[in-house]
């Protein structure tokens, strides 16, 4: 069975640690439609991933997820938002990343999202993915979580709630620096928004 020994070939090579060639098998397998199965096209969008092609796991994974071959779970979704953001893709990352936060059993993918938003200059959404992560919780850091509102409600002008959230993100080692710099950089913006508001009433 030709498409049997295409998968078999390249799954050798991937024993061997020769991916480069592992990809080059795994593409010619895609055009002659031999990577049929969930499994197959899973493999092959992690080969693209691994290989700093995202774009291409993007489009393989949609693939297999349109056409019912991999389930819509949380490990496939997290993939694919992952594979679209690597791409720059951020609007078609954010509504998958969102139906996959829904599905975790932590908030660590509400937590990728505020920072997606954050990025964005997408400030009020940072803010309830930022929320909403630290209230779902299990998070690797919940500081940068606090870290992430308190930089989105310094860029809405609402300086004392970011400084709180500065504040708290201070408590955590991975986040204690930023957040110090931040806060200082904040404080000095409050005092002179203070003074200028004092002058114009």
Do not use: C, P, T
């Given at each position: 069975e030709a498409p049997k020994y295409w998968l078999q070939l390249a799954g050798m090579y991937?024993?061997?640690g020769l991916e480069e060639k592992q990809l080059a098998i795994m593409e010619i397998?895609?055009?002659?439609?031999?990577?049929a199965t969930g499994s197959d096209m899973f493999n092959l969008a992690q080969l693209y991933y691994y290989h700093q092609l995202p774009f291409k796991a993007a489009l393989v994974m949609q693939k297999?997820?349109?056409?019912g071959k991999l389930a819509e779970d949380e490990?496939?979704?997290t993939f694919l938002a992952q594979s679209w953001n690597g791409a720059k893709e951020t609007e078609k990352a954010i509504p998958v990343m969102l139906a996959a936060a829904k599905l975790s059993a932590t908030g660590e993918?509400?937590?990728?999202?505020?920072?997606?938003?954050?990025?964005m200059e997408n400030w009020q959404q940072a803010i309830i993915a930022s929320k909403q992560a630290i209230e779902k919780g299990g998070l690797r850091n919940e500081g940068?979580?606090?870290?992430?509102?308190?930089?989105?409600?310094?860029?809405?002008?609402?300086?004392?709630?970011?400084?709180?959230?500065?504040?708290?993100?201070?408590?955590?080692?991975?986040?204690?620096?930023?957040?110090?710099?931040?806060?200082?950089f904040v404080e000095g913006e409050?005092?002179?928004?203070?003074s200028i508001a004092s002058v114009g009433s």
């Open positions: 991937g024993e061997l397998a895609e055009q002659q439609s031999y990577v297999a997820i349109d056409a490990r496939n979704l993918l509400y937590a990728q999202l505020g920072q997606m938003y954050l990025n940068m979580s606090h870290l992430v509102i308190g930089l989105a409600q310094f860029n809405v002008g609402e300086y004392n709630e970011a400084l709180n959230q500065l504040a708290k993100a201070q408590q955590y080692d991975a986040s204690r620096g930023m957040a110090q710099q931040w806060s200082k409050r005092k002179q928004y203070a």
